[in-house]
């Protein structure tokens, strides 16, 4: 039978500490037996043990410390038991830091068939060969001590916005049943001890009773962090925005706050003035595959012909390796031709400028400026690339 893989030599700890605050925004450093990761944070999003496009020695160049992996997709391909039994995912992508991954609930109800989901779990189809799987709390958590995450989420029910009040309850309810039944499993597998974390998910849709009530629930439960689950789910960005001031208030203050999904870099920006401490989202890494670049100033469409003769880096002050080498009429010229090096360019730029992003904010917050560079990017945003 496969076994988790061993955790790794030396610590064997979770912790978070909130090191500054500068009004909402917080600064912070969470430990996992794969290193330090310095907080508010961008993960890469690596779905199917890679992130697309990029090797993982230039993910680390960009300054990443925490990527996330995606157990619906591990689980069908190429299954748990495999990777744990090949010595789990760190070993198995040539990561060595930190890695947090899903409960696979959101992917099962965007991407599997047939699915049918009650109080016991999720049943559904594989979208690659239709072969039949029960995706419960305690399978989702097993499945994801398999790959041997560092940090993992319980199972739960996320559904889309807009909603009726009594579906958004019913789904926030379920959720808080599979919190317990995930951190039982957690515990018989002994996560705590292996400082690993489990992340309680607080759900309640765009209704605040509920997502209050979501937060103070969880929060009686012993989870390492929290995620805010339910958002970027079609909602307008206001709406969320709206979502979070009602939320981080009423969640555990020395704990960590992972928003999941999320998001531009506007979004990022929002965000962490409102006390979110970690992102993921797959927007740097797909737009990077379609042409498309995040500056400083804003995104730059390179399969645009003004690029074509543009001699000019996308920006001259970038330290990305990967795009200061280069003119933007070479990346067109890449990208109007399919070549697989615009991909891996662009994703890289992408990855670096988001990297650069949370480290401003880090740094912001250190010094208790970030009320001036929170003004000084949207400027930057607002000036356009030129
Ligand atoms: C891209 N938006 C997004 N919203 C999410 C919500 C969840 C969740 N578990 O509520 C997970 C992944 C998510 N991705």
Not at 58 to 87: I, K, S, W
Not at 185 to 212: C, H, N, S, T, W
Request: proline letters at 6%; charged letters at 25%.
């Amino acid at each position: 039978p496969a076994v988790p893989p061993p955790a790794p030599e030396g610590t064997k700890h979770f912790s978070f500490k909130l090191l500054k605050t500068d009004g909402r925004a917080r600064r912070g450093e969470i430990s996992t037996p794969h290193g330090t990761v310095q907080t508010p944070a961008f993960m890469p999003v690596g779905t199917q043990a890679t992130v697309k496009a990029m090797f993982m020695g230039h993910v680390e160049a960009t300054g990443a410390e925490v990527v996330l992996g995606n157990t619906y997709h591990l689980m069908l391909r190429p299954t748990a038991e495999r990777v744990a039994r090949l010595g789990g995912l760190h070993k198995f992508m040539n990561w060595n830091k930190t890695i947090l991954t899903d409960s696979g609930g959101f992917q099962v109800m965007s991407l599997a068939q047939l699915r049918k989901l009650d109080e016991d779990g999720v049943r559904f189809q594989s979208h690659i060969d239709g072969q039949r799987y029960h995706l419960t709390p305690e399978r989702s958590v097993e499945i994801q001590g398999l790959l041997g995450s560092d940090i993992q989420m319980q199972l739960d029910e996320c559904i889309k916005l807009p909603a009726e009040r009594a579906e958004v309850s019913r789904a926030m309810e379920l959720s808080l049943r599979w919190a317990v039944r995930s951190r039982e499993q957690f515990e018989r597998m002994d996560g705590p001890a292996k400082g690993q974390a489990l992340y309680g998910i607080v759900q309640g849709g765009d209704v605040p009773d509920l997502r209050i009530r979501s937060a103070e629930e969880l929060g009686k439960l012993p989870f390492e962090g929290y995620s805010v689950g339910g958002l970027a789910v079609g909602e307008p960005q206001h709406v969320m925005l709206e979502m979070l001031d009602i939320t981080l208030p009423a969640m555990p203050t020395h704990k960590p706050r992972y928003l999941m999904g999320v998001g531009t870099p506007d979004d990022l920006l929002e965000s962490v003035r409102r006390g979110i401490d970690q992102f993921d989202c797959v927007m740097p890494t797909r737009a990077g595959r379609h042409g498309l670049a995040y500056t400083r100033f804003g995104k730059v469409n390179l399969k645009n012909a003004r690029h074509a003769d543009d001699p000019r880096p996308l920006d001259e002050a970038s330290t990305c390796e990967a795009t200061n080498h280069y003119s933007r009429a070479y990346l067109h010229h890449l990208v109007r031709a399919g070549e697989g090096l615009g991909a891996m360019l662009l994703t890289w730029n992408n990855i670096h400028y988001y990297q650069d992003l949370m480290r401003g904010m880090r740094e912001a917050i250190e010094a208790g400026t970030f009320d001036d560079f929170y003004a000084r990017t949207k400027e930057d945003w607002a000036r356009g690339d030129i």
